[in-house]
Structures are given as C-alpha cells and as structure tokens.
C-alpha cells in the first residue's frame, strides 16, 4: 500500500497564482500544473507522502490536499 | 552548447523512456530567464532518487536545478553523501569526485574546460555536504579559494554526517548530541562563510531554501561573479529531518525556525566591490534592455 497526496480540484486556488505546494514538494516533477484547468495535480508515482504539500496547503487556509491510501 | 544538441534520432525516439522525452520536450535548457517559476510548467532537471521522504536537501536541489543560469553549459562536481545519492538522477554534467576532493577536481575541470572551449563560457558548480567542505575536504576547500579558481561552492550544511548515521561535523552546532555524537559537541560551529569572506572568495551567502525567489538569486549570482571575477560560496541549510528527530512534513518549519533573527542561519551575504560593482552594472543592462524592449512595443 501507499500512501500518497491528492489534490481537491474544487478547493485548488492555482488560478490565483498559489503555487505552494509545487514550490516546497521536495520531489521534483511530482507536483505539476494542469495549465488549461489552472490546477496542481499530484504525480502519483513520484510522491513519497512525506505531507509537507498539505502542510503548506493548510498554513495558507486552502485545505486542497489530503493523503490517501492507494 | 545549445538544446539542440540533446534532440534524440528520430529512429530511437519510440524506445526513449518517457521521463527522458519529457526532458527533450519540456526543460528549460537555453533559456536565458530560467527560474524556480518555471517548476510545474516544465520538466525539471532532477529525476526520481533515493533521498528520504521529505528530505530538505531535495527541496533545496531542485531550487538550485531550477536556478542555475547555464544547464546545458554548466558541470556540477559532487561529493560522497546524502547528496550523491541524487546526483545520478541529474541532467547536468556531473562528476562524482572521492569525498573531500570536489574542489581540487572542480579546479582542474575548470581550467580544462576554459583551454578546451576557450571562446565558450562553461560553469563549474561544487555542490557537497558539510562533512566534504568543512572537515575532510577543507584543505582542497581553502586551497582553491585561495587560488581565486573561478568556480562556486555550495555547501548543504546539515550540520551532521547524515548519510553515514549521524557523525559530528565541523558545521554542527555546539553542545548538539546526534546518535554517534553522543556525548556532545564540544567546539563552536565552524565560521565557514567568514572564513570564506577572507579565504578571496567574491561572493558568500548563507540562507535556507526556505524561500526559492532567494535561492535563485544568489544561486544566479554565486555563478555569475565566479564566471567573471572569482571563487563563490553559498552554505544552504538543508537539515536533515531524520538525524535531528524531525517529521517528514517537518523540514521546512526547522529551516524557517533556523533563519529568524539572531539564529544561525539568518540571511547574511558578503560581497567585494568588484564584484559588486559587477552585478550593478548587469542589473542596469538588464533595465535598460528591458525599457528599449518596451519602447519597440
Ligand atoms: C574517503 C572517504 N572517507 C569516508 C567516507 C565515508 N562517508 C560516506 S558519506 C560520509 C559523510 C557525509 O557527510 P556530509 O558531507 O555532511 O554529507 P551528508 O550525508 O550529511 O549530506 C562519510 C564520512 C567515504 N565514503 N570516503
Ligand atoms: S498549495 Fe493548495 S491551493 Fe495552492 S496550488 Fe497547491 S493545492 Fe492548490
Ligand atoms: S506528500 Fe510530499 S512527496 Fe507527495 S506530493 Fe506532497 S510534498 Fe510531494
Ligand atoms: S539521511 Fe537526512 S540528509 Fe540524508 S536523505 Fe535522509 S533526511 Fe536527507
Ligand atoms: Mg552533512
């Protein structure tokens, strides 16, 4: 089992310029912008949980992202 | 050396692997304004490796991939460490040299580099651990600052061996207790960058990754004053979470905590007149070239 970030589309505010969690995810190429629906989205196979992407979500009060169970 | 020297045959193209597609298509070699806005948007010089979940010397390697002014012109020289772990997963130029040789190689590059491609400019850029500039490389350390060999230095000061288990270095802080440190550290933290300041180099920076707009701007600097007038050295602290009892989602919290006023690495830089004087003359070229670009509109 792994344990890997999503992102919530709906609560995603990268349409505003929030790139949080691109910035401080320590894996590269692992979160990216989706530039036609102006969202990050999670690369699955690159991401190694670690939790600091939610961390920086919520600091900002986005909430967009949770850690799952794939 | 352009992109256009990494476009693959086309016969071969179906049996690339995907990541290395993405690199040919989407990178930002040759692009003269790279920086750590293009991450998300691009292809980023760094593949998947092996360093711990949440490890701060990953973000702060991807900030400097995103920064350096010249990839596809530039050769990186590491070192035994944590950081050699990612090294093989870089797509630039690089050298993995016998831990605490890095500056003596980088020298040596160097020099070959400027006889070879004496009409092309060519980076040289050290990137090591604590324990490979401070303790066992400092003589090749110093020795090349005191030659005015014109190439950056940069230090992932985690204040620990971190790969081997947790050893003292030179950078760790006095009194720490780290699991093979056990009794303590008895000696002050070593004044690196000071000693830099006054070993010739140009250009020193201490900082975190904590903010990648800095990052790239003393990375950009750091390259470009020792392209032009001489040694640069930047020290980054990357600690790591796992020797120091840190959470994974922890890292950035200790690198901010680490730059507050009074703490050991606030934000502090040196620089020579000439160097600065350097720099002001780009940034007044750049303004102009920016306003006749507007004018032309
Ligand atoms: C010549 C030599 N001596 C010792 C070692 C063992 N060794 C491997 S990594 C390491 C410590 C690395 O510490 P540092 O440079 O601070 O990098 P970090 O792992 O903390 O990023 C040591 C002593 C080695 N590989 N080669
Ligand atoms: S930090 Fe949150 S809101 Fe900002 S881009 Fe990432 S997921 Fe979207
Ligand atoms: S959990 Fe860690 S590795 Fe995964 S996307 Fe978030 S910051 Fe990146
Ligand atoms: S041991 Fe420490 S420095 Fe090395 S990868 Fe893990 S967290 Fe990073
Ligand atoms: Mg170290």
Not at chain 1, 7 to 15: D, F, G, T, W
Not at chain 2, 37 to 57: F, N, Q, R, Y
Not at chain 2, 71 to 94: H, I, K, R
Request: hydrophobic content about 40%; proline content about 4%.
């Amino acid at each position: 089992m792994y344990y890997v970030a999503e992102i919530n589309e709906e609560a995603c505010v990268a349409n505003k310029g929030c790139r949080l969690c691109i910035m401080y995810c320590p894996e590269a190429n692992c979160i990216m912008m989706n530039d036609e629906k102006k969202v990050a989205f999670v690369v699955e196979s690159r991401c190694k949980g670690c939790e600091l992407c939610v961390v920086v979500c919520d600091a900002a009060k986005h909430k967009a992202i949770t850690m799952q169970d794939r | 050396m352009s992109k256009e020297k990494i476009v693959i045959n086309p016969e071969f193209w179906d049996i690339i692997p995907q990541d290395y597609r993405d690199l040919v298509d989407h990178a930002t070699y040759g692009k003269s304004d790279r920086g750590w806005k293009d991450v998300g948007s691009s292809t980023e010089l760094i593949a998947e490796h092996s360093l711990c979940a949440g490890c701060p010397e990953s973000i702060a390697f991807r900030h400097i991939m995103a920064s350096i002014p010249a990839p596809e012109d530039t050769v990186m020289v590491g070192s035994t460490g944590c950081t050699s772990l990612v090294f093989p997963m870089v797509a630039v130029q690089n050298i993995h040299s016998l831990f605490g040789n890095q500056n003596a190689i980088a020298t040596g590059l160097k020099r070959a580099l400027a006889y070879r491609f004496p009409n092309q400019v060519k980076d040289v850029i050290v990137l090591a651990g604590d324990g490979a500039t401070v303790d066992i490389g400092l003589d090749m350390t110093l020795q090349s600052w005191f030659r005015q060999e014109k190439f950056t230095t940069i230090c992932f000061d985690n204040e620990l061996y971190a790969n081997t288990g947790g050893q003292e270095s030179g950078l760790m802080q006095k009194g720490f207790v780290a699991k093979m440190a056990p009794q303590g550290k008895k000696f002050e933290k070593v004044r690196l960058p000071e000693i830099a300041r006054e070993s010739g180099c140009a250009y020193v920076a201490v900082l975190t990754t904590s903010k990648p707009s800095l990052v790239e701007r003393v990375v950009k600097q750091a390259v470009l004053i020792a392209r032009e007038i001489g040694p640069t050295y930047l020290q980054i602290y990357t600690p790591c979470i796992l020797e120091i009892g840190k959470q994974s989602m922890e890292g950035l919290q200790e690198m901010r905590d680490s730059e507050s006023a009074g703490e050991r690495f606030k934000f502090r830089e040196f620089i020579t007149p000439e160097a600065q004087a350097f720099i002001d003359d780009m940034n007044a070229k750049k303004k102009a070239d920016k306003l006749a670009a507007s004018a032309n509109n």
